[in-house]
């Protein structure tokens, strides 16, 4: 009796945890076709973006560390110069391979490609390769090298063969470092740019002090601008951000053409002021660094504003209500109670304007002068004018590490989980 008891119930027990191990199996099967399906649903977006955002963007970024023209266009040479040690001019295989690449690329006509790439890096390099491609006789009466150095006699110094190794490829540095004012010698050591070409660095600072000053303006303005908002009654409050995102109906490129109307040294702004008597000369308002700080702040405000209400709607009145009653003065109840609930909306607010204002180019383009342009407007010159995609992308590059160093340092010091855009 009691064996037969307990065999029934081993064999109930067995029969129940294979149940049990079928059930888990089946619920794990049923877990991954809702997880193949819910990755079925976002694969066109992933598709997408990467179609149209990730792989655009790192190709035009790898332009800045990727050199190939030079290896493609001059092969012979490049190759002679590999082993080269630099010390000394080059051997008379690598003038006879330089002669043999000159004379093909001018056939094939993509010399003038290899001169500009070497003429970025020693001014006056496409002078001398198209001059030693006019001049090659068709025949050699002595040695390579002293063909070339009777041609031009900078081919006796190593400047412009070391110049054609430096630009040899595949990967380079030649065009990061240009964008922080450095470049590499003939001995391949790092060294300051001349003084008449030191530039990004100046523009790099402009550019983080314009964007620190408009965030620090748009905080001031947005800050009790946000705190009224929230303080009005439902429907007073919906009017009123109604009006804060008003701007948005319009485009960015005509509010800022509406600041050169008013600042001009005839616009508006002037012509109310000589008339109430208040200057006897119009002032200089456009086309300098106080334009720039204006309209960047009147397009960026609106960035500021929503954060700050987003957070100050969710904190209770009877806070500083409370402080009050306890004995603390009301700016000493605002500043201590109030204002640290509202720190997540001022971080996001300033985050959202600093990095927007890194990049703006439009805005400073239009209002601003010669001394007022940010990185961004450098990026397009390179890329549309002087069609140079190298320093195009060594300059995008600099400016995404600002970026993101930015970004580091707020999550140290503040923490992107406290970030509240609503």
Same mark, same amino acid.
């Given at each position: ?68 023209d030079i290896a493609r ?127 990004f660095r100046d523009v ?73 008597? $208040?200057?006897?000369?119009? +002032? ?6 106080? &334009? /720039? !700080?204006?309209? #960047? =702040?009147? *397009? ?64 400073p383009a239009l209002v ?26 060594? $300059?995008?590059?600099?400016? +995404? ?6 970004? &580091? /340092? !707020?999550?140290? #010091? =503040?923490? *992107? ?6």
């Open positions: 009796m009691l064996g037969g008891a307990a065999a029934s119930l081993h064999a109930a027990t067995a029969g129940a945890g294979k149940d049990a191990a079928d059930l888990r199996r089946a619920l794990r099967k049923s877990r991954r076709r809702e997880q193949l399906r819910a990755a079925a649903l976002v694969l066109p977006l992933f598709v997408f973006l990467a179609a149209c955002f990730v792989v655009p963007i790192g190709a035009m970024l790898s332009r800045g560390v990727i050199d190939t266009i001059l092969p012979g040479v490049t190759a002679a110069l590999k082993s080269w040690d630099g010390r000394d001019l080059p051997p008379e295989p690598a003038y006879a391979a330089l002669i043999a690449d000159v004379r093909a690329a001018r056939e094939a006509g993509t010399l003038a490609s290899a001169a500009t790439r070497l003429n970025y890096d020693v001014p006056g390099f496409r002078t001398l390769l198209f001059t030693a491609g006019r001049q090659l006789p068709p025949e050699l009466a002595g040695s390579a090298r002293d063909t070339l150095i009777g041609i031009d006699p900078r081919w006796g110094e190593r400047d412009a063969w070391a110049a054609i190794r430096r630009a040899g490829g595949p990967v380079t540095d030649f065009y990061l470092l240009g964008a922080l004012d450095l470049r590499r010698d003939a001995d391949s050591s790092i060294s300051g740019a001349p003084p008449e070409q030191r530039v790099l600072g402009r550019t983080l002090w314009i964007s620190a000053v408009v965030t620090l303006v748009c905080l001031a303005l947005g800050y009790p601008v946000a705190y009224v908002i929230a303080a009005q009654p439902p429907g007073r409050a919906s009017l009123l951000l109604f009006l804060v995102l008003l701007p948005f109906w319009t485009s960015l490129l005509v509010r800022t053409a509406a600041w050169v109307v008013l600042l001009q040294r005839e616009g508006v702004l002037n012509s109310l002021l000589l008339s109430l008597g $208040l200057v006897d000369e119009p +002032l200089k308002m456009i086309f300098n660094r106080f &334009a /720039v !700080y204006v309209a #960047m =702040v009147h *397009v960026l405000l609106p960035f500021m504003v929503l954060p700050l209400y987003s957070v100050m709607r969710g904190i209770p009145r009877s806070y500083v209500r409370a402080a009050s009653s306890l004995g603390a003065r009301p700016f000493t109840a605002f500043r201590r109670v109030y204002v640290p609930q509202t720190l997540p909306g001022i971080g996001a607010g300033c985050l959202m304007v600093f990095i927007q204002a890194l990049g703006y180019y439009i805005t601003g002068g010669a001394d007022d342009q940010m990185i961004s407007y450098f990026i397009a010159f390179y890329a549309s004018r002087t069609v140079n995609w190298g320093m195009a992308a060594a $300059l995008s590059i600099m400016l +995404l590490a600002a970026t993101l160093a930015l970004y &580091a /340092v !707020y999550n140290r #010091m =503040v923490g *992107v989980e406290r970030m509240r855009l609503g």
